[in-house]
C-alpha cells in the first residue's frame, strides 16, 4: 500500500514542549504534504515537501524528508494549546492525488 | 489563501433517498477535484479523482454507481450518493487542485447522516 504511515498515534504534551510526528511511506513519492485537522473540520494545509528537498520551516513548524528510508518527520516547537489537533501526512504523486497517513492525535495541555 | 466550499455542510436523510454535495472552488479554477471519505477518528479515503469534462476515476473498491460525481465546470464538482443507506453515514470532504500549484485546497466537509 503507498498509504503513509504515522507514529505516534496519539501524543500529548504541555504547552511550551516541541511534539515530533513521523511518517513512512512504502513507493516514490513526488511530494509528501502535512495537514492539520482540527475536530469535525476540513483540513488546513501546513506545508509541502518536494522529493528533491530534505528540510523546510514556516513558523514554529519544521518538515524533514529522507528518500533513502522513505519517512520525513513534522516537528510544532513551543507548542501551544490551540496545536491541539490531528495531524496527517499524505503522499503527493504527480496526478496530484493524495494519500493519506493514519494520522496523529495531539493534545497540548496548557 | 484559495478557498473551497462544500454544500450543505451537514445533511440527516432517510434510507433510500440520495443525496447531492456540492464542491466549489470560490476563487481559482480547478481541472482536477478530490473527494474523500472519513470515518470518525479515522483517515481520510480517497473514493474517486473528478476531472472537468470527463468521467471521474473511481479508486478500488469504490461503487461508481453508488457515488455519481459529476464535475461540469471548472469550479464545481458534485457527489451524489445515492440510494443512501445508513453505513453510508461519513464525513465527506473535497479538495480541488489549482492547477497552478501542487496544493490541494479542501472543503469543510459535509457530514451525512442516513437514518
Redesign the interface.
Known sequence: SQ?GEEDPQALSIQEGENATMNCSYKTSI??L?W?RQNS??????LI?I?SNEREKHSGRLRVTLDTSKKSSSLLITASRAADTASY?CAI?NQ?????????TELSVKP | GAVVSQHPSRVICKSGTSVKIECRSLDFQATTMFWYRQFPKQSLMLMATSNEGSKATYEQGVEKDKFLINHASLTLSTLTVTSAHPEDSSFYICSARDSARETQYFGPGTRLLVL
Not at chain 1, 469535525?40 to 494545509?45: A, C, E, M, P, Q
Not at chain 1, 496526478?95 to 494520522?103: A, N, S
Open positions: 498509504q513526488n511530494n504534504q495537514y469535525g473540520r476540513g483540513l488546513v494545509h509541502l518536494r496527517f503527493g496526478g496530484g492525488k493524495l494519500i493519506f497517513g493514519q494520522g
